[in-house]
């Protein structure tokens, strides 16, 4: 702690709809949550106004955490700096060949990926390394002068750096960094070897130019936001929260913004993780469901699942990411998502989204598409009157005439059924969330308990778990915030990677040591050079494996008792059993290989507590019934009479039978006819899911 008279730590997180706050006072164990529609114009307006509504003051505040969706919208809108890719002679077109991948073979329309960087701005680097790093041919300097002088006047803001083999040797790209940046002082320079010591040249250069392509947006944004945040009267650190759920200082932040792409998601993961652990559930889905879009991912033997990349922008045309991240997989679906009627007279709901502004029809501020929230108002599940506790008012006849103009009238509905076919739609689209990080992974997905936030999500989690076949929901405390909350329990992270292509069967562990000591000391300095100070470092190994003559490795954890006896049947049956899992199949009598050697260092910090809520009988007590409202259940055949409760007046042990709706200040809960939910100990709601569909 930087300042030991300051206690709280603030975690604010920026979704395409709403900014969430989470602030935890370390002296006194105090809690506050703040939610307010995020200004897109100026985001940090929206921070303070999140601020604000919880009363929580910035000169109180050692610790500001960040998560921000301004680095993945910048990649997928294409609004990114003019950048420039320097990449070795002979290679320039390796960013648009990528892996010459067709994934639908029979798609007339099929499009490949469209490079961030236009060919006429990528230029050749005269130099070589080998493949071991040793030098080839060395590298023209006075050529990259004259090249970054050239650019400087061409006004490019950004430079990537892309040269082979700067994994094993990494001299020449610190060199033309080097020189970029005294040529072009106001430009912003990646250099591969700074996010991934891996190979794969056409991954990296990918990161490299993604990197570049945000990082003038985003290091100006988190400029901008110190920038306030000083003039409130924050004292303290300022870090963001990586895409692994980690926590890394500003300045890192501000170099390496691509590790940001699912931060918000990422700290989503890691406080389902929490509940999980407090409540001995090893297995659960983590699912968020927000504004603007959905996002699941998995909690597997008690750890999230993560991976060394991912596909931005969908796998056909997709330009891939090689960091560690979590393993997330979203759909554009949330709450703003637009319904609309297209050619065919078919209906279709997302991506594109009313966001904050205008927002959904209901919320009176001059949207006029219809969303699955106004679906959500027109079936009776929100109330016009109790949304965001009341605080902001929602209107029904808005939302209803515009359904029945844009919706229902061309499809020969009425306002309530197409309001019906909305949410059966957006369901669908996100159970392939849901699919796409379990069933695709090899997993069972009915054997998980779904953990559902988001602010959008508990009025869809029963719908969703039908469609999966999923028997157990959890929605935790305060499912709107949930994902600034799970900041909270984030710790400060540094991944690292070394490939090394070693045969498993004649591996030296002394040399495998060494490189797993060298990136475990390198992580322990840069927690050391962080002001804050952990309560503990955790150390966590894991290698990329593959059996001899494949081309894809997958990633496999290795305890430590593994190297201290030098167990290589050790070593290999674990890499059995993971590729068994992950493919189907596995081949015990084949010889593997080490791939690449991965090193998570962790320095634990103090957790928020999870206090139990009040005891009470199976019966909820009569103030926690706030009314009885008609709600749209297609099982029931109609609208149905349903009470409606205040969660925050439901106690331990409170049992209540669908059809029901729990409000809180920032969410509603549905729980479908035939469901039943319990209120566990810690003022969870456990449903279990009934078989009717609705």
């Keep these: 702690m930087s300042d030991s008279k300051k206690s709280m730590r603030i975690a604010v997180d920026i979704g395409g709809t709403f900014t969430d706050m989470a602030s935890f006072d370390e002296a006194t164990g105090e809690i506050a949550f703040g939610k307010a529609l995020s200004t897109h114009g100026h985001l ?3 921070i303070q106004n999140t601020l604000d509504s919880a009363g929580v003051d910035l000169t109180n505040g050692y610790l500001f955490l960040h998560g921000s969706t301004i680095a993945i919208n910048t990649l997928l809108e294409r609004n990114g700096a003019k950048t420039a890719l320097l990449i070795t002679e002979g290679f320039r077109d390796i960013y648009e060949i990528g892996r010459v991948n067709r994934p639908d073979a029979y798609n007339l329309f099929f499009s490949k990926h469209v490079p961030l960087v236009p060919r006429s701005l990528r230029h050749e680097v005269s130099e070589r390394l080998r493949a071991d790093g040793s030098l080839h041919k060395p590298l023209d300097e006075a050529a990259v002068r004259v090249l970054a002088r050239q650019l400087r006047e061409q006004q490019i803001e950004a430079v990537a750096v892309l040269l082979l083999h700067s994994y094993r040797n990494p001299d020449h790209e610190r060199r033309v960094k080097a020189i970029l940046q005294e040529e072009m002082p106001g430009a912003f320079v990646t250099a591969s070897h700074e996010l991934s010591q891996e190979y794969r040249e056409f991954e990296r250069v990918s990161t490299a130019v993604a990197n570049a392509y945000v990082g003038p947006r985003v290091s100006a944004y988190l400029g901008e936001l110190e920038q306030h945040l000083e003039k409130k009267g924050f004292e303290g650190d300022f870090y963001a929260v990586q895409s692994t759920g980690g926590l890394f200082p500003l300045e890192h932040a501000r170099r390496d913004c691509v590790r940001m792409l699912e931060s918000g998601p990422a700290a989503g993961v890691i406080g389902a993780q929490a509940i ?8 659960s889905i983590a699912f968020d469901m927000g504004g603007t879009t959905a996002k699941a991912g998995v909690i597997s033997e008690g750890r999230p699942l993560t991976t060394g990349s991912a596909l931005i922008g969908g796998y056909e045309k997709a330009l891939p990411i090689q960091i560690p991240m979590m393993d997330i997989f979203e759909v554009g679906t949330g709450g703003g998502s637009i319904a609309r009627v297209e050619l065919g007279q078919s ?6 989204s009313a966001g904050s502004m205008p927002g959904p029809v209901c919320y009176g501020r001059g949207g006029t598409e219809p969303t699955v929230t106004d679906a959500n108002l027109i079936l009776g599940r929100l109330d016009e009157q109790h949304f965001l506790g009341g605080e902001m008012p929602l209107y029904l006849d808005r939302a209803r005439q515009a359904m029945e103009e844009k919706v229902a009238t061309p499809l020969g509905l009425d306002a309530t059924r197409a309001a019906d076919g909305i949410l ?3 369901v669908t689209q996100m159970s392939h969330a849901v699919k796409a990080v379990t069933t695709e992974r090899g997993l069972d997905a009915g054997s998980f308990t779904m953990v559902v936030y988001g602010g959008a999500g508990p009025l869809h989690a029963s719908a969703i778990a039908r469609e999966i076949g999923i028997r157990q929901v959890l929605i935790p405390h305060a499912p709107g915030y949930f994902s600034a909350y799970g900041m909270l329990f984030s710790d400060l992270r540094y991944d690292y990677v070394r490939s090394v292509f070693r045969r498993l069967e004649g591996l030296s562990f002394d040399e495998i040591e060494a490189i797993y000591k060298e990136m475990e000391d390198e992580g322990r300095a840069a927690i050391s050079a962080s ?5 503990e470092l955790v150390y966590e190994r894991a290698a990329d494996m593959r059996y001899v003559g494949q081309e894809h490795a997958v990633t ?9 006896g030098r167990d290589r049947a050790a070593i290999k049956n674990h890499f059995d059993e993971v590729h068994k899992v992950r493919y189907g199949t596995s081949a015990p009598k084949e010889a593997a290989d080490i791939v690449s050697l991965r090193v998570t260092v ?3 910090m103090r957790k928020p507590p999870r206090n139990e809520v009040a005891a009470g ?3 909820p007590e009569a103030a926690a019934l706030r009314a009885h409202k008609p709600v749209y259940f297609r099982s029931a055949g109609g609208y149905v009479d349903t009470p409606v409760y205040r969660r925050e007046l439901l106690k331990s042990g409170n049992r209540i039978q669908g059809p029901a709706l729990i409000e809180e200040h920032a969410s509603t809960t549905v729980v479908q006819p035939g469901d039943n939910l319990q209120v566990d100990p810690f003022g969870n709601l456990q449903i279990s899911i009934g078989s009717d569909r609705s």
């Design 617 to 619: 009988g199976a019966q």
């Design 556 to 564: 496999v954890d290795l305890p430590h008792a593994f190297f201290e």
């Design 424 to 426: 059966r739609i957006a």
């Design 602 to 604: 962790q320095g634990r």
């Design 276 to 283: 999980c652990a407090q409540l001995g559930l090893p297995d």
């Design 531 to 535: 002001q804050i100070r952990p309560e």
């Design 347 to 352: 209906l279709r709901v997302g991506p594109q």
């Design 44 to 46: 940090h307006d929206g």
